[in-house]
């Protein structure tokens, strides 16, 4: 990438200006609104990989939605856990189980609300999914997406870390309900 810093003289014959005001251009970088490189990792193939940074990067093959899911919930990793986090709003300051659940899904465009892991127990068709599978019981939800599990709670996890996290392994899904979208 270049970038150039253009001085107010260089600009002076193309563009007007007030006298007390210091104009600078600078050409190059990300375009506004654009994402942020960092934030949209992929890795080839089908499975998304756990980075050293704790965020994931999303399969190359993975349908959009779920490339989605995964890039969003990456923006919220590492946020401390916060009973109700999420359930009012998508943005919030940390987030509870079900709140992390449905930021990444909302990312995803695959939901249009934030829900709780009661709602959850009914969102979606029953069993696993192809992409995302949402495991839910009345008191705690997670979501493995594309074969890496996005929880807030550390069972299972060595590190211990809690709030919104992607772990490295798997935790039994007993006692959950496995749900999932048509398709994914």
Same mark, same amino acid.
């Given at each position: 990438?270049?970038?150039?810093?253009?001085?107010?003289?260089?600009?002076?014959?193309?563009?007007?200006?007030?006298?007390?005001?210091?104009?600078?251009?600078?050409?190059?970088?990300?375009? @506004?609104?654009?994402?942020?490189?960092? %934030?949209?990792?992929?890795?080839?193939?089908t499975k998304a990989k756990l980075l $050293?940074?704790?965020?994931?990067?999303?399969?190359?093959?993975?349908?959009?939605?779920?490339?989605?899911?995964?890039?969003?919930?990456?923006?919220?990793?590492?946020? $401390?856990?916060?009973?109700?986090?999420?359930?009012?709003? @998508?943005?919030?300051?940390?987030?509870?189980? *079900?709140?992390?659940?449905?930021?990444?899904? !909302?990312?995803?465009?695959?939901i249009d609300t934030p829900m709780d892991? *009661? %709602? @959850?127990?009914?969102?979606? /068709? /029953?069993?696993?999914?192809?992409?995302?599978?949402?495991?839910?019981?009345?008191?705690?939800?997670?979501?493995?997406?594309?074969?890496?599990?996005? %929880?807030?709670?550390?069972?299972?996890? $060595?590190?211990?870390?809690?709030? $919104?996290?992607?772990?490295?392994?798997l935790r039994s899904n007993r006692g @959950?309900?496995?749900? !999932?979208?048509?398709?994914?």
């Amino acid at each position: 990438m270049v970038m150039a810093v253009l001085p107010a003289s260089a600009l002076a014959a193309t563009a007007p200006r007030a006298a007390s005001v210091t104009q600078q251009v600078i050409v190059g970088g990300q375009e @506004f609104g654009a994402p942020n490189a960092a %934030d949209v990792q992929t890795v080839p193939g089908t499975k998304a990989k756990l980075l $050293p940074t704790g965020q994931a990067a999303a399969p190359a093959d993975a349908p959009a939605e779920v490339q989605q899911a995964i890039w969003a919930a990456n923006r919220i990793i590492g946020l $401390p856990y916060v009973y109700g986090g999420g359930h009012q709003r @998508f943005e919030d300051s940390g987030y509870d189980c *079900s709140g992390t659940v449905s930021y990444a899904l !909302h990312g995803g465009e695959l939901i249009d609300t934030p829900m709780d892991s *009661s %709602d @959850f127990m009914s969102w979606g /068709a /029953a069993g696993k999914g192809d992409w995302i599978t949402v495991f839910t019981n009345p008191g705690h939800a997670y979501t493995v997406i594309a074969g890496l599990r996005l %929880d807030t709670s550390a069972a299972g996890d $060595p590190s211990g870390a809690k709030g $919104p996290r992607w772990r490295p392994t798997l935790r039994s899904n007993r006692g @959950f309900r496995a749900r !999932h979208l048509a398709g994914l």
